[in-house]
């Protein structure tokens, strides 16, 4: 097989985690296949970048710079990709599974005329073919979809599933810019600002700690309950779509079939029943611990603790315990 390509995101010239995951994993199957790693930076300001990529095993960088790249256009990035794939010529295409990755792969795989795997959680190569494993059926059922040796593999990386190599072999991280033939026409659509959540410090998607919320929570002012928790342990909040459609947080924290796919380390469920949904969205975290009060609630299922009672008495308590146990 040809080398392994990585489209990486960056935000203020830092890499974003789940591209660090693919880009490691991207590293794994280079070394399995004894080709190169490409990494592919898009921006208008890449300065630094290419330190934090070498660092993580990158044997060749393709810097693509323009002042116009400063926030996403579909089309402009679009353009970007298809043409370090021409210019790099991989077996292996990779990004993270971001809501910009899951626009941009299908638009480039449409580019290249190849297939394309979404989401996945694993992938094997024998023999030239590829092998890629990925839920289905809201999470009901894992498919493992095949690519015939010698054909364009693209595929996005479910966040949290690959873990970032701690020790990689040094890449020779040899960057080079790439010209794209950018015309006014590729910026027609695109972001024009990006406003943060104030308070916000992490993206429910990348977070290790998520503690998301649901109906239970019965209005916007008793998500206090589920911040003081995940502040408590240094995560993210989340929420059902029951709580976000009521209008009690933003649609960012949503997690679920309709709002952001998860896969943290701990994953708490605060007063939320467990419908396919909500468990499309959460049911590949490591460890989940559900509270609720109804011990027929469908969440119990999953989780691998429960805690039958009133979330109301059960958060502030466990908060105290973390805080005892951080305080030493």
């Not at 794939?85 to 638009?107: E, F, Y």
């Not at 998520?210 to 342990?233: C, H, Q, T, W």
Request: with cysteine; proline share 4%.
């Amino acid at each position: 097989m040809a080398g392994v390509l990585v489209f990486a995101e960056q935000r203020d010239n830092k890499l974003r985690k789940p591209s660090l995951e693919a880009i490691s994993e991207g590293r794994r199957q280079a070394d399995k296949l004894g080709v190169e790693l490409t990494v592919l930076l898009v921006g208008d300001d890449l300065s630094g970048l290419d330190s934090q990529t070498t660092a993580l095993g990158a044997d060749k960088i393709l810097l693509v710079k323009d002042a116009r790249l400063k926030l996403y256009a579909a089309e402009a990035w679009t353009l970007a990709v298809e043409t370090a794939a021409r210019t790099a010529q991989p077996g292996l295409v990779l990004m993270a599974s971001s809501a910009m990755g899951r626009d941009l792969a299908a638009r480039v795989a449409a580019r290249l005329r190849t297939g394309l795997a979404s989401d996945c959680t694993a992938i094997s190569i024998e023999n030239g073919a590829v092998s890629i494993r990925r839920p289905v059926y809201s999470g009901k059922a894992i498919a493992t979809v095949v690519f015939a040796a010698g054909a364009p593999v693209m595929a996005t990386l479910r966040p949290n599933v690959f873990p970032v190599l701690s020790q990689p072999r040094p890449g020779k991280g040899a960057a080079a810019p790439l010209e794209v033939a950018f015309e006014d026409r590729h910026f027609r659509c695109r972001v024009t600002s990006i406003e943060a959540e104030k308070g916000a410090t992490q993206d429910v998607a990348e977070a290790d700690i998520v503690v998301s919320g649901g109906r239970a929570m019965k209005g916007p002012e008793n998500f206090s309950y589920i911040k003081s928790l995940a502040d408590a342990l240094g995560g993210a909040v989340g929420a059902s779509r029951a709580a976000v459609d009521a209008g009690w947080i933003d649609h960012q924290h949503q997690v679920g079939q309709t709002g952001k796919v998860v896969s943290p380390t701990l994953y708490i469920a605060c007063g939320i029943s467990g419908a396919i949904q909500h468990l499309a969205g959460m049911s590949s975290s490591k460890v989940i611990v559900a509270i609720n009060k109804d011990a027929d609630a469908p969440i119990f299922k999953l989780a691998d603790y429960g805690i039958v009672g009133d979330l109301y008495e059960a958060i502030p308590k466990m908060v105290d315990e973390i805080r005892k146990l951080k305080a030493g």
